[in-house]
């Protein structure tokens, strides 16, 4: 089944742990992407990457990194989390091409206390 | 830099009756526009997409958008509504030339039976 699969779905933490946010998806596609949605301000791109070893900052960056050594695998690093980062983070792919739709991962709810 | 609005929070309507989630865009290209509908805990779901070609585009679960170049809209419709269509809907529009693909803050959707 083709799938985007996020872990973990659910995390409570505390400030200044680190933490990494898992994602792997099963098609092959190029373009995977991380979001964060926050009530009455929708979905903001965190960051995006457009193939392995290729990342770019999206509209909200600050506090997190990501990585893309393989094709399937995409984290989503905090590495000192802080209580304004607690949100609900969305995965997402697609293959390459500007009217390509993505495909979403389930999502991982972190608080970070 | 591109931008969508979606101007109502919550739509209702009884089921059975036609309904429209607005959606409104910004870009200094050609659009790709996209609706995505999201369920309770899960993740966005892609319902359609408008490239270019026909102003009205079918998508799944028997909802379509028509694009109006004038008026910089692409509305989601559906003309006959189901209980089960009860969720949260986002308007996504992306710009031509590889341009980070932007959300809407999104509208409820409450089909009433």
């Known amino acids: 089944e083709a799938q985007v699969t996020q872990n973990p779905r659910y995390l409570i933490t505390v400030t200044g742990k680190k933490l990494t946010v898992t994602c792997s998806q099963n098609?092959?596609?190029?373009?995977m992407s991380w979001y964060r949605q926050d009530p009455g301000l929708g979905l903001r791109q965190i960051y995006y990457?457009?193939?392995?070893?290729?990342?770019d900052k999206g509209d909200v960056p600050e506090g997190y990194k990501v990585s893309r050594k393989e094709k399937r695998n995409f984290p989503l690093i905090l590495e000192s989390p802080s209580p304004n980062q607690t949100s609900l983070y969305f995965c997402?792919?697609?293959?390459?091409?500007?009217?390509?739709?993505?495909?979403f991962g389930d999502g991982t709810r972190l608080s970070i206390l | 830099a591109q931008s969508v609005a979606q101007p109502e929070d919550q739509v209702n309507v009884a089921e059975g009756n036609p309904l429209t989630v607005k959606c409104t865009y910004s870009?200094?290209?050609?659009?790709?526009l996209f609706w995505y509908v999201q369920y309770p805990n899960r993740g966005l779901q892609f319902l359609l997409k408008y490239i270019t070609g026909d102003n009205l585009v079918k998508g799944s679960y028997g909802f379509e958008a028509e694009f109006n170049k004038s008026q910089t809209s692409f509305h989601l419709k559906k003309p006959s509504a189901l209980v089960s269509d009860s969720a949260l809907y986002f308007c996504a529009v992306r710009d031509s030339g590889n341009t980070p693909l932007v959300f809407g803050k999104g509208t409820r959707l409450s089909v009433i039976a």
């Open positions: 098609m092959n596609h190029e373009y």
């Open positions: 870009v200094s290209g050609n659009p790709y």
């Open positions: 997402a792919s697609s293959l390459k091409g500007d009217n390509q739709p993505q495909h």
């Open positions: 990457s457009m193939n392995v070893e290729v990342t």
